[in-house]
């Protein structure tokens, strides 16, 4: 069971570029949220969705824009890439019957 | 969402019983305390949950004051492999998306 699977686990990216996170779940959850992580700041949601086809914002989505078109998948997009996005982004999912969070491996970006 | 307080840093003895408060003085009445941890920059790992009672399972237990004002982990026998973050957060449980927010969290060092 793979539970929360993040691509690509490592990027650089220079200023003004663009990439997308993939996050999966293979445990049919319902509810799927991105956090980002500096440190010393522990976790901040960036944007979570409730079920397929809907998303919102959390308390640090400037910047961010995301989809989940399949209930498995949520993607995260920069779409302009800056130094201070740089970070660890980790996603996690839970379902809607019990408010337990599983966190995938994280992706370590860096912007320069 | 309430707000939590933890020590910066705890140590503990391998084999000894490992005990990490939490404030959460405006957790409300629906709000759950939980406990997830994150050993080594991985994703964080769910450990334990409650509302008002005590808990226990094969990871820890954590222990409620009655007025719901702060919470413990416990560890009852703390290993090496314990040495990580560990994170107290209050969040709606059940049919509710489940937003968390983490803190800084507790580093726990386990020494040999």
């Known amino acids: 069971n793979a539970g929360v699977t993040q691509t690509p686990k490592f990027r650089v990216l220079k200023t003004g570029q663009s990439m997308t996170l993939l996050c999966a779940q293979d445990?049919?959850?319902?509810?799927m949220y991105w956090y980002r992580q500096d440190p010393g700041m522990g976790l901040r949601l960036i944007h979570y969705?409730?079920?397929?086809?809907?998303?919102a914002k959390g308390e640090v989505p400037d910047g961010y824009n995301v989809s989940r078109l399949k209930k498995q998948n949520f993607l995260l997009g920069l779409e302009s890439a800056a130094p201070s996005q740089t970070s660890v982004y980790f996603c996690?999912?839970?379902?809607?019957?019990?408010?337990?969070?599983?966190f995938g491996a994280g992706t370590r970006l860096s912007v320069l | 969402d309430a707000k939590t307080t933890q020590p910066t840093s705890m140590d503990c003895a391998e084999g000894r019983a490992a005990n990490l408060p939490c404030n959460h003085s405006?957790?409300?009445?629906?709000?759950?305390v939980y406990w997830y941890r994150q050993i080594h920059s991985q994703g964080p790992q769910y450990i334990i949950h409650?509302?008002?009672n005590n808990e226990t399972n094969e990871m820890a237990s954590l222990i409620i004051t009655e007025d719901r004002k702060s919470s413990t982990l416990i560890l009852p026998h703390a290993t090496l492999r314990d040495t990580a973050v560990y994170y107290c957060s209050a969040g709606i449980g059940g049919t509710s998306y489940g937003k968390l927010t983490f803190g800084q969290g507790t580093i726990l060092t386990v020494h040999p």
């Open positions: 445990m049919n959850h319902e509810y």
């Open positions: 996690a999912s839970s379902s809607y019957t019990k408010n337990i969070q599983y």
């Open positions: 969705s409730v079920g397929e086809g809907t998303t």
């Open positions: 409650g509302l008002k």
């Open positions: 405006t957790i409300s009445g629906n709000e759950y």
